[in-house]
């Protein structure tokens, strides 16, 4: 078993970033993890597959979003943060059992 982690540090621009995780072979996404540079930013983020369908969506969060609900991983995936207020730095993580 290895454990594979994505980072990525994006700033958003008019409410709007997005990271795209290096390609994963076949794996179970085990954490995501988005933390706003400043607690009190607030966000709406989902996740998207290679072929642009969603597989996660997470409403409003404030500061930071923790989930560790596991779903399989294979290919590339992307973060979306969308109504970023204000605009902020965002660090995100992934963490792939591979």
Known sequence: MRIYQHRATVTAVSGTTSSASLRVAGGIC????????????????????????????????????????????????TVNITNASPDDTFKIYFGVEE
């Open 30 to 77: 085990r954490q995501v993890l988005i933390v706003a540079n400043t607690s009190t930013t607030e966000f709406i983020s989902y996740i998207t597959d290679d072929d642009g369908m969603e597989v996660a969506r997470y409403p409003l969060q404030t500061g930071e979003l923790n989930d560790i609900t596991a779903f399989p991983m294979s290919g590339q995936y």
